[in-house]
C-alpha cells in the first residue's frame, strides 16, 4: 500500500490532456471515505474541477462541489496582496502598492515570482490547516498541478530563493517551504501518465528532474485509460477457424481486431517497462472509461480503484 | 456562426456536416495545400498536430509545392524522420529519398525548421536597431533574456513572427505551422496584440523616464514596499531589478516604433487570404468542445478557417447497422462448437470485438457532437493507430486517410 492520506498535500501532474482532473476529482473522493476533508486546488482562475464534478455553473470559491469536497480556483493577484500584506504587515500599503502598474508588472513578468506566491501560498495553507485543526475546513489538499514542466519549475523556486537569501524572514521562510515540500509525511507528488510516447517522456524526465536533481518525493506514476487486453486471446491458434454457421464478415472483423489488439498491448507493455525501469516509485493504473463527462458514479469506480492501492 | 465561405465550392459535397462526412473522405485539405500559402494547425496539446502538420506539408511537397513545416516540440523520433534535432530557427532540407524507393518520387521539396523562440526575438532585435550599438546594448541588458522568455505571449508571438518573416521572404510555396500547445486558443491568437500593447503601456513609459514620475504617493509606496519586494525579486533573478529594468527599456526605446510597426505587421498574417487554419482534435468530447470554442473564436476574429482533422478516431470492425445480428450469429454459431476449449476461448474472441467497438462507438459520439457544434465545417478522420507514427513512410500512410478522396 502506498501511504498518502496522512499528508497534508498531494501534488498531481503530468503532461496536459492526460487526465490530472479526474485523478484529483477520484482521490477527493477517496479521502472523504478515509474520513479526510479533502481541498482541491487549481492555480488559475479558470477551474475545471467544478465541471468534473458535473457542475457547469460559476461557483463560489472554497465551496463543496460534491459531498465533503470542497476545490478552488487560485487569484493570483489577490495572493499577491496577501503576500505582500503578510511581509508588510499593513493590508492598505500592500493594496496600494499591489495597485502600482510597476509594481503590478513585477508582480506578473519576474521570473520565479509567480511559482514563489504559488508554493508559498500552498505552504501556508498547510500550515494553517494544521495550526486550527479541527476547526479548520479541509484538512487534506490536493493540487491540481500544473503540466510537468511549470509544475517542476514551480517546486524548484523555494530552493533556489533560500540559496540566493542568505538571512532574515524570507531566508527563513523559503527554507520551510523547501523542507515542507521535501517532507514525504507531509507533501507528496502524484504523476500521472497514458502509455504514449510523449506523456511517458514527460513523465519520465519529471522524475529523474524531481527525486535526483532536487529531492522531492514521487509517491506513485498513475498510469490513466489502460485499454484492458484479455492476453489469453492474442494467441493465434484460437482464432484460426471460423466456427461452422458464424458469419464471415463478423470473423474477419474479429481476427483484424485480435491483431490490433497485439500490437496495442505490446505497445502498452513497452510502455510501462520503461516506466517501471526507470521510476521507483509505484505503478497504479486506471481503466479507460468511456464516458464523457465522467459521472459520479464513474469517479467513484476509479476511486476504488485507487483504494486498492492507496491509505 | 457560419465559417468564411473559402473552399465551400470545393468540399460542400463531402463536408455537409462532420456526421455526414463520417467515415467517407473529405479533400479539403487537398484544396488547403493547393491554394493557399500558409496553414496554422491549432488545437489542445497532445492531439497530434505536430504529426499531422508534418503529414500535410510532406504530401504538399510530393505534389510539387516548395513546403515548409515549421515545428516547436516534436517527438525526437519525428525530429530525427525531418532531420531537424535541435532548435536554432534553420531550415533544414528534408531527405525525402526514403520515399522515391517506394515509387513515389515527390516533386515537389521539404523543409523542416524547429523554432527558437528567443532567437526569433532577437533577430527582430537586430533587424530593427539603427545602429550595432544600441543591439548590443540591448544584448548585452542582463534582464534581456529574462524578459523575452518571461513575457506574455512571447512564445507565440515568436512563431507567427517567424511565419511573417518566411512568408514575406517568398521562398516557399507553403508554410505550414505547427502551433504551441496552449489551454487557450486565445493564448495564440491574442499574442501579436498582447505584446503591441505592452510596448505602449505604461510600464515600459515608466521606465524610460526616471521613475520620479510615479507620483508622490506611488513613490513613497515604493519606498516603503519597495525593500521587501525587489529584495524578493533580487533573491530570485539575482539582478538590481529597478536598475536593470530601466536600462533594459531605455536601450530598446530606439527601435521602439520599428517593434510595434512589426508586431502589428505580423498579425496581419493569420487574417491574410493566403492563411488557412487547420483545427487538430482527438474524438473525445472534452476536446471536442475545446475545439468548438476555439473554431468560434476564429470566426469573431474573421481569421480564415479551413477545416477540422479528428486525429485518432476508431473506426468501427462492424458497421453500427448491422453489427448486432452479426455478433449474435457468430455468437450462436459459437456456442454450437463442440470442443468446450475451442468454444471459451471464441467467446472471449467475442466479448474482446464487443468491447472494443464500444471504443469505435464512443469516438462516433465525439464527431457526431462534432457536428452538432459546428456544422458544415469539412471534417478529415484518421484512425487511431497503435503505435506513433514518427518516420516518413508512417507519414505517408496516414496521409491517405487525410486525402482520402
Not at chain 1, 44 to 73: H, M, N, W, Y
Not at chain 1, 75 to 101: C, G, M, W
Not at chain 2, 179 to 190: R, S
Not at chain 2, 314 to 331: G, I, N, V
Request: charged content about 25%; some cysteine; aromatic content about 8%.
Amino acid at each position: 500500500m502506498i501511504r498518502l492520506f496522512h499528508k497534508k498535500l498531494v501534488i498531481v501532474s503530468g503532461k496536459g490532456g492526460v487526465g490530472k482532473s479526474t485523478l484529483c476529482a477520484a482521490l477527493a473522493i477517496l479521502a472523504r471515505r478515509k474520513d479526510r476533508r479533502p481541498l482541491i486546488l487549481e492555480l488559475t482562475e479558470f477551474e475545471s474541477i467544478p465541471t468534473v464534478f458535473g457542475s457547469d455553473l460559476e461557483q463560489a470559491k472554497g465551496e463543496f462541489v460534491a459531498d465533503g469536497i470542497r476545490s478552488t480556483g487560485f487569484d493570483f493577484e489577490e495572493a499577491v496582496t496577501e503576500y505582500l500584506t503578510l511581509h508588510l504587515k499593513v493590508r492598505a500599503v500592500s493594496q496600494i502598492l499591489h495597485k502600482n502598474p510597476v509594481v503590478k508588472y513585477f508582480t506578473r513578468t519576474a521570473p520565479g515570482f509567480k511559482e514563489l506566491v504559488y508554493t508559498g501560498k500552498i505552504w501556508y495553507m498547510a500550515q494553517d490547516m494544521a495550526r486550527r485543526g479541527d476547526r479548520h475546513p479541509f484538512d487534506f489538499m490536493i493540487l491540481d498541478a500544473p503540466s510537468t514542466g511549470q509544475c517542476l519549475e514551480m517546486l524548484r523556486v523555494p530552493g533556489v530563493v533560500s540559496d540566493m537569501v542568505r538571512v532574515g524572514p524570507i531566508m527563513r521562510e523559503t527554507r520551510a517551504m523547501e523542507a515542507f515540500y521535501k517532507n514525504p509525511d507531509e507533501s507528496g507528488i502524484l504523476l500521472i501518465t497514458l502509455l504514449q510516447e510523449m506523456p511517458v517522456n514527460e513523465v519520465l524526465q519529471m522524475s529523474s528532474d524531481l527525486t535526483e536533481k532536487q529531492g522531492l518525493p514521487v509517491d506513485a506514476v498513475v498510469i490513466n485509460q489502460i485499454v484492458p487486453v484479455d492476453e489469453d486471446i492474442l494467441d493465434e491458434k484460437a482464432r484460426a477457424t471460423c466456427p461452422e454457421g458464424a458469419s464471415e464478415e463478423a470473423w474477419a472483423a474479429l481476427q483484424q481486431a485480435v491483431t490490433d489488439l497485439k500490437i496495442l498491448h505490446d505497445a502498452q507493455e513497452t510502455f510501462r517497462k520503461r516506466l517501471a525501469k526507470e521510476i521507483k516509485a509505484p505503478q497504479v493504473e486506471l481503466p479507460l472509461i468511456l464516458k464523457s463527462p465522467l459521472s459520479l458514479k464513474d469517479l467513484d469506480r476509479l476511486a476504488t480503484t485507487l483504494e486498492e492501492n492507496f491509505e | 456562426m457560419s465559417p468564411p465561405p473559402e473552399n465551400s465550392h470545393k468540399t460542400a459535397n463531402n463536408s455537409r456536416s462532420a456526421g455526414a462526412a463520417l467515415y467517407g473522405g473529405s479533400s479539403f485539405l487537398r484544396d488547403l495545400i493547393r491554394e493557399r500559402e500558409i496553414l496554422i494547425f491549432g488545437g489542445a496539446g497532445g492531439v497530434g498536430k505536430t504529426t499531422l502538420a508534418a503529414c500535410v506539408a510532406l504530401q504538399a511537397a510530393i505534389e510539387g509545392k516548395k513546403t515548409l513545416v515549421m515545428t516547436i516540440d516534436p517527438a525526437r523520433r519525428l525530429a530525427d524522420s525531418l532531420g531537424v534535432r535541435e532548435l536554432g530557427n534553420e531550415e533544414h532540407e528534408v531527405d525525402l529519398t526514403p520515399l522515391a524507393r517506394n515509387g513515389e518520387a515527390p516533386k515537389g521539396k521539404l523543409f523542416a525548421l524547429m523554432l527558437d523562440p528567443k532567437k526569433t526575438f532577437d533577430d527582430m532585435v537586430r533587424s530593427f536597431s539603427p545602429s550595432a550599438e544600441v543591439t548590443d546594448r540591448v544584448f548585452n541588458n542582463r534582464l534581456y533574456q529574462q524578459i523575452t522568455s518571461s513575457l506574455a505571449g512571447m512564445y507565440e508571438y515568436s512563431a507567427i513572427e517567424k511565419v511573417y518573416e518566411i512568408h514575406q521572404s517568398r521562398v516557399y510555396d507553403l508554410i505550414v505551422v505547427d502551433t504551441p500547445p496552449t489551454k487557450h486558443a486565445l493564448e495564440f491568437l491574442d499574442a501579436p496584440n498582447k505584446l503591441v500593447e505592452f510596448f505602449r503601456s505604461g510600464v515600459v513609459r515608466w521606465f524610460l523616464k526616471p521613475y520620479l514620475s510615479v507620483g508622490k504617493i506611488g513613490l513613497r509606496v515604493m519606498q516603503a514596499g519597495s525593500d521587501v519586494l525587489f529584495k524578493i525579486f533580487e533573491a530570485i533573478t539575482g539582478f538590481s531589478i529597478v536598475r536593470d529594468v530601466s536600462d533594459f527599456f531605455i536601450a530598446l526605446q530606439d527601435l521602439w516604433d520599428g517593434l510595434v510597426f512589426r508586431a502589428e505587421k505580423a498579425s496581419e498574417v493569420l487574417l491574410a487570404k493566403e492563411t488557412s487554419f487547420v483545427l487538430v482534435t482527438s474524438p473525445h468530447q472534452q476536446n471536442i468542445r475545446e475545439i468548438a470554442f476555439y473554431h468560434a473564436k476564429l470566426v469573431e476574429r474573421k481569421i480564415p478557417f479551413g477545416g477540422i482533422i479528428v486525429n485518432r478516431f476508431h473506426f468501427p470492425y462492424l458497421p453500427k447497422s448491422k453489427r448486432k445480428a452479426l455478433l449474435d450469429q457468430t455468437e450462436a454459431a459459437i456456442r454450437g462448437e463442440m470442443n468446450r476449449g475451442t468454444q471459451a476461448k471464441h467467446l472471449r474472441l467475442l466479448d474482446n470485438l464487443r468491447a472494443i467497438e464500444d471504443i469505435s462507438d464512443f469516438d462516433r459520439l465525439g464527431v457526431e457532437l462534432l457536428g452538432r457544434k459546428i456544422p458544415r465545417a469539412p471534417v478529415a478522420l484518421v484512425p487511431a493507430l497503435p503505435t506513433d507514427v514518427y518516420s516518413l513512410t508512417g507519414l505517408q500512410s496516414v496521409n491517405q486517410h487525410l486525402f482520402a478522396e
